[in-house]
């Protein structure tokens, strides 16, 4: 078929489920900004903590974006086993690193808090969100990492259906766990763990249900070194711009904090809020752009991918315009 349709079938869903995804951030900062007496406070040390938060994507799409695009060359060649074999591979990546990051945080936050920008009067609120958030990275990584291949294999809707559980339910327990249970910065971290969790319920559920076309079975996720090396090298540059991201956002709230104190590191917060939404519809683009491109490819049908780079560029770049005036 055509292969803009095709496109359009996986990147809308996928538009919508970034844009919902990043509500979890903003949420969070819309609630904790509004808690009596502290929310600027607050809403300045949950924004130390969205480099880290940033780091832990990053790692996300190292195997996730990886390993999702070589799923879909594989099926696109008729290999469906290789397929299969690359998702179970992934999935112990995910899984592992996020045991190593849930560790690793657990044990470095205070130095890294301090060294992001973080005061005396912001460190405790900061302290209390990113100790139970830390909690969850297994969730996060699995979610993020592993909903590409839903994506993959065609269900762009049951991909959107992944990030919205978990967009409404955080939206639905931030203002009871905050304000009803009154666990303040706590509560909002809470509420992001369950509906981290549930999403990666769901994507497990999926991937290991009946109507998933490859399904994650434990003898594919017999790890080798060829397919990590595969994952790893593709998955990079989405990896290293996230990383990258983070250290800005690291330098930038460092320099804030010397020159304009809690503040303007509240305010930052704020911006990069505003920055994100207008950001997320081309990244939901782009990576529902990317099965079909890697499927053709796979196929050998190179002029369709040249298409769809083409059909995706056009589309980008008028979008990014408009939303640069709008701002």
Known sequence: GSVYRNILEVAVPMTIAQLLNLLYNVVDRVYIGRIPEIGTMALTGVGLCFPIITLVTAF????????????????????DKEAQRLMGNTFV?????????????????????????????????????????????????????????????GFGNMGMLTVLIGAVLNIAL??????????????????TV??????????????????AA?????????????RIKQITALGLSGFVMAFTNGLVQVACNSTLQIFGGDIYVA???????????FTMPVMG?????????????????YERVKKAIKFVTLICVIFTVIAWIVL
Request: proline content about 4%; glycine content about 12%; hydrophobic content about 50%.
């Open 60 to 79: 996300s799409y190292l195997f996730g974006n990886g390993g999702g695009p070589l799923c879909a060359i594989a099926r696109g060649k008729g290999d």
């Open 93 to 153: 990546l995910l899984a592992g690193t996020g045991i190593l990051l849930t560790i690793a945080g657990l044990l470095l936050y205070r130095p890294v808090l301090f060294l992001f920008g973080a005061s005396g009067d912001t460190f405790p609120y900061a302290a209390e969100y990113i100790q139970i958030y830390l909690l969850g990275t297994v969730f996060v990584m699995i979610s993020l990492g592993m909903n590409p291949f839903i994506n993959s294999q």
């Open 174 to 191: 931030d203002p009871l766990f905050i304000f009803i249970f009154h666990m303040g910065v706590r509560g909002a971290a809470v509420a």
């Open 194 to 211: 369950i509906s981290q969790c549930c999403s990666a319920l769901w994507v497990l559920r999926f991937l290991t249900g009946k109507k």
């Open 214 to 226: 490859l399904k994650l079975q434990l003898p594919a996720m017999k790890l080798e070194w060829k």
């Open 267 to 277: 305010v930052m917060t704020v911006l990069n809020s505003v920055r994100d939404i």
């Open 285 to 301: 683009l782009t990576n529902g752009a990317s099965p079909v491109m890697s499927f053709n490819y796979g196929e050998k049908a």
